[in-house]
């Protein structure tokens, strides 16, 4: 594939419960960022990789969630103890360097719609 | 820490209206600025940007936005809408000399009536 893969697409789940979610960025795409897209709030910054960098987490919202990019690869974003606040559209991103050395624009995936009940 | 500040939230226009589309920004240092458009059931994508050189900049589809650097904006315009312009368009801002981290604003949607 050659876009921005994640998964699962949509997610519903209780309120109290665990979610899991999943990027698959471009091949070779060194930097990796998570958005959070709900109605009235825009596009909201979560996390951001870049290579072997310490991430940048000055957007996540509370200490339920966490993320983790394993062999600058694949990242995933955990939400623990789901509220109903967190239903939205979760949006990885990734490019091909930073936008220092720009000549890469962002690559957005599909999201994963998370409803919470 | 850099933020965006997108005015307006809808922007109802008639086809072959001119539109403008406002984004202000706020930064202590310098800035890498774009505008990202989102189609009714599609994801993000690129639609302009502005990292040195020439103010004015455009896209291939008649979009064009300008770097004003006293006023801390980067206003989105085209003289001649079309319907497949509908969309959701956002505004983003990142620091020079930082990780790169890309800051959005709340997007505004246009919508193209007939």
């Known amino acids: 594939g050659a876009g921005v893969s994640q998964s699962p697409s949509n997610k519903v789940t209780e309120k109290g419960k665990d979610v899991e979610l999943r990027c698959d960025p471009i091949s070779g795409h060194t930097a990796l960022y998570w958005y959070r897209q709900s109605l009235g709030q825009g596009l909201e910054f979560l996390i951001y990789f870049q290579g072997n960098s310490a991430p940048d987490k000055s957007g996540l919202p509370s200490d339920r969630f966490s993320a983790e990019r394993t062999g600058g690869s694949v990242s995933t974003l955990t939400i623990q103890r789901t509220q109903q606040e967190d239903s939205a559209v979760y949006l990885c991103?990734?490019?091909?360097?930073?936008?220092?050395?720009?000549?890469?624009?962002?690559?957005f995936g599909n999201g994963t719609r998370l409803t919470v009940t | 820490a850099q933020s965006v500040t997108q005015l307006d939230s809808q922007v109802p226009v008639f086809e072959e209206a001119p539109v403008e589309l406002r984004c202000n920004y706020s930064?202590?240092?310098?800035?890498?600025l774009f505008w990202y458009v989102q189609y009714p059931n599609q994801g993000l994508q690129l639609l302009l940007k502005y990292l040195s050189g020439s103010t004015l900049v455009e896209s291939i589809n008649g979009f064009e936005a300008e770097f004003n650097k006293s006023q801390t904006s980067f206003h989105l315009r085209k003289p001649s809408v079309h319907i497949s312009d509908t969309a959701e368009y956002f505004c983003?801002?990142?620091?020079?000399?930082?990780?790169?981290?890309?800051?959005f604003g709340k997007g505004t949607k246009l919508s193209v009536k007939p």
């Open positions: 991103a990734s490019s091909l360097g930073t936008l220092l050395s720009y000549n890469s624009p962002l690559h």
């Open positions: 983003a801002v990142s620091e020079v000399g930082s990780q790169g981290n890309l800051i």
């Open positions: 930064s202590s240092v310098s800035v890498y």
